[in-house]
């Protein structure tokens, strides 16, 4: 059973620090990595996409990714409370015809 | 911009009905996507589908079927609706081997 894992949370940061959140993966072969934010009440929304070792970078997210250790992460600088949302990690194995298999999500809450 | 479009955001229905959850994409997609989302067990995939008039399970496809007949249409069908099936469907849909796509999901009742 192909599995990705993330801490539930919540993760309470106050506005402008760091957000830090990660996520792991069961399958080894697995070559594209998703990170997508869900508001309460909305449906997920893309944000970040990985697919090599190392970072990401799009404005104040960085996506950074270690396929031998098999552990994805999701940076949110200088965190705003429009930041509050759960994270979902999102990992597409290395399969055709397959679905990506969804974490459950972290809750990130953003204190003003 | 891609747009998946679920045809209902709030449906209420009673136990027994045969209830459609209708999905439509916009953007040529192969993929498309059937998943029920619950408090504390994140998403759930029920069906899928990587082309016309073919589908696959999910991890809960029991007490559903789907239909795909043309390239831009994805129907989930609760054959006889119960109340375990109450909850928020989420259609999504994806190139081949690319991220999917969320629709804005319906949140149904089952009475």
């Known amino acids: 059973q192909k599995e990705v894992e993330q801490n539930s949370g919540p993760l309470s940061v106050p506005e402008g620090a760091i957000a830090s959140l990660n996520c792991t993966y069961s399958d080894r072969g697995s070559q594209s990595f998703f990170w997508y934010r869900q508001y309460s009440g909305k449906s997920p929304e893309l944000i970040m996409s990985i697919y090599s070792n190392g970072d990401k970078e799009d404005g104040r997210f960085t996506a950074q990714l270690n396929k031998a250790s098999q552990y994805v992460s999701l940076l949110i600088r200088d965190s705003q409370p429009s930041d509050s949302a759960t994270y979902l990690c999102?990992?597409?194995?290395?399969?055709?015809?397959?679905?990506?298999?969804f974490g459950k999500g972290t809750t990130l809450s953003v204190s003003s | 911009d891609v747009k998946v479009t679920q045809s209902s955001r709030y449906l209420v229905k009673r136990t027994g009905e045969k209830v459609f959850l209708e999905c439509v994409q916009d953007m040529d997609h192969e993929n498309m996507f059937w998943y029920r989302q619950d408090p504390g067990l994140g998403l759930r995939l029920i069906y899928f589908?990587?082309?016309?008039?073919?589908?696959e399970k999910g991890d809960i496809p029991e007490g559903y079927s789907v239909s795909r007949e043309k390239k831009e249409r994805f129907s989930l069908i609760l054959e006889s609706a119960s109340t375990n099936q109450t909850s928020m469907y989420l259609c999504?849909?994806?190139?081949?081997?690319?991220?999917?796509?969320f629709g804005d999901g319906t949140r149904l009742s089952i009475l």
């Open positions: 999102a990992v597409n194995p290395n399969q055709a015809g397959t679905a990506l298999i």
């Open positions: 589908s990587y082309d016309v008039k073919m589908k």
């Open positions: 999504a849909s994806s190139p081949v081997r690319q991220p999917q796509h």
